[in-house]
C-alpha cells in the first residue's frame, strides 16, 4: 500500500469521503486540488498538511493563499496547478467530476501513479487512448465506482478474460424509477436530487436520475476490462446492496455485495491488493432488505440507450455524448430547463457534431467543445 496520496477534487463527495479513509489508514497527504470552495479546503488543508494545494480558480487560488499564508502550505492556481498535484504522491485519487479531469489523469498514468479513479469522464471520452497509456508507463487504474469496484473483486484470480460471460451492473434506477413519461416530464432538479441510497454530488445524482449515469459505467466497463457491448449487462436493483456481478462461461456468477457505503470501494483502491478494517458499516445478511433485480427501461429513460448507441458509433461520439450531457445537466440544476430536456440535447449534439474515428487527444478535445456549444 502506498503511504502517500493526492487527492483530485477534494471538497466533493467522493473526495471527502476518501479524506474519511485516509485519516483512518494513517496516510500523508501530499496535495489536494478543488475547484473554488475555499472555505471547505481550508479546513481540509489545515488537519492534513498537504505539501500543495492546487485551485482551479485562480481568484480562488489568490483568497485561499492569503489564509493559508501562516502555514508553509504552497498554493498554486489554474490548470496546470492540477497538473502538477496529480504527480505527486504514490496514489492518485481522480475524484473531479467531468472532463476536466482527463489532463490531470494522463499526467498521473505518465508518471508512474496508481490511480484510484472514480472520474468516469476520463474513460468514457478517452478510454482507448487512457488504457493504452496506462500499459505504456505501467500505472495502475483501480476503479473506484462501487460497480467497477465490484467488477474488479470479482475478477481476481481468473486467468484471462475468455473466461468471462459478461458483467452484469447494477443500478439503484434513482429516483424516478417506476414513474411513467408523464409523471417524469415536470420533475425538477430538487426532485431529481432525492437519490434513496447514496449520497453523492448534484450532477452524478442527475445523472442516476436520467440513467445516464449507468450509461456512461457501460462504456466505462468496456474500456477496464476490454469487452464489447453485448458483454456488458445493467440490472436494476433497488436495494444497492449487490454491487455488480460477474456471469462465467461455465455459468457461474460471482457478486460482491456491501452496504451502499462508498468508503469501502474507496479504501480497497487505496490499498488493494490487501484488505483492512473500513470505516464503513458491515452488510447484515439478516436485517437488509430482499433483493430485487429488474430490466431498465431504455424508453422512459433515453439517455442510458443514447450511450450504448454512442459505443457502438465509436470514435470520439462518446465525448459528445459526455460533454453534451455535461452541460444540459448544468441548465437542469439551475432549473433552466426541464427533465426531457437533457437527453434531447445530448441527442441533438450527437446528431450535429461530427464523429472522427481512431481520434488523437485533441480530436477527442475538440469534440467536447463542439458538442458544449451545440447545448448553449
Not at 29 to 48: G, H
Request: proline share 5%.
Amino acid at each position: 500500500m502506498n503511504k502517500t496520496i493526492s487527492i483530485l477534487g477534494a471538497t466533493g463527495s467522493i473526495g471527502r469521503q476518501t479524506l474519511d479513509v485516509v485519516e483512518k489508514l494513517d496516510l500523508k497527504v501530499e496535495a489536494l486540488t478543488a475547484n473554488s470552495d475555499v472555505k471547505r479546503i481550508e479546513e481540509q488543508a489545515r488537519k492534513f498538511r498537504p505539501r500543495m494545494v492546487a485551485m482551479a480558480n485562480e481568484a480562488a487560488a489568490q483568497d485561499l493563499a492569503a489564509r493559508l499564508a501562516d502555514t508553509n502550505i504552497r498554493v498554486s492556481g489554474g490548470a496546470a496547478a492540477l497538473t502538477e498535484a496529480a504527480t505527486m504522491g504514490g496514489t492518485v485519487v481522480t475524484a473531479v467530476v467531468g472532463m476536466v479531469g482527463l489532463k490531470p489523469t494522463l499526467a498521473a498514468i505518465r508518471a508512474g501513479k496508481r490511480i484510484a479513479l472514480a472520474n468516469k469522464e476520463t474513460l468514457v471520452c478517452a478510454g482507448e487512448l487512457v488504457m493504452e497509456t496506462a500499459r505504456k508507463y505501467g500505472a495502475e487504474i483501480i476503479p473506484v465506482d462501487s460497480e467497477h469496484s465490484a467488477i474488479f473483486q470479482c475478477l481476481r484470480g481468473i486467468r484471462d478474460m475468455e473466461e468471462v460471460r459478461r458483467l452484469i451492473l447494477t443500478c439503484s434506477g434513482g429516483p424516478f424509477y417506476g414513474k411513467t413519461w408523464e409523471e417524469l416530464a415536470p420533475m425538477t432538479s430538487a426532485d431529481a436530487l432525492k437519490h434513496p441510497n447514496w449520497r453523492m454530488g448534484p450532477k452524478i445524482t442527475v445523472d442516476c436520475a436520467t440513467l445516464m449515469n449507468k450509461g456512461l459505467e457501460v462504456i466505462e466497463a468496456m474500456r477496464l476490462y476490454r469487452l464489447p457491448l453485448e458483454k456488458v449487462h445493467v440490472v436494476i436493483h433497488r436495494q444497492s446492496i449487490v454491487h455488480s456481478l460477474v456471469e462465467f462461461r461455465d455459468g457461474a456468477v460471482l457478486a460482491q455485495l456491501g452496504a451502499p457505503d462508498m468508503r469501502l470501494p474507496i479504501q480497497y483502491a487505496l490499498t488493494y491488493p490487501h484488505r483492512v478494517e473500513s470505516p464503513a458499516d458491515t452488510l447484515d445478511l439478516l436485517t437488509c432488505p430482499p433483493l430485487t433485480f429488474a430490466e431498465p427501461d431504455r424508453t422512459t429513460f433515453p439517455c442510458l440507450r443514447l450511450a450504448e448507441e454512442a459505443v457502438k458509433t465509436g470514435g470520439t461520439a462518446c465525448a459528445i455524448l459526455n460533454a453534451a450531457n455535461e452541460e444540459a445537466v448544468k441548465l437542469y440544476l439551475r432549473d433552466k430547463i426541464g427533465f426531457y430536456d437533457i437527453p434531447r440535447l445530448v441527442s441533438r449534439a450527437l446528431e450535429t457534431v461530427p464523429v472522427v474515428q481512431n481520434p488523437t487527444l485533441q480530436d477527442i478535445l475538440d469534440a467536447d467543445a463542439a458538442a458544449r456549444r451545440q447545448v448553449f
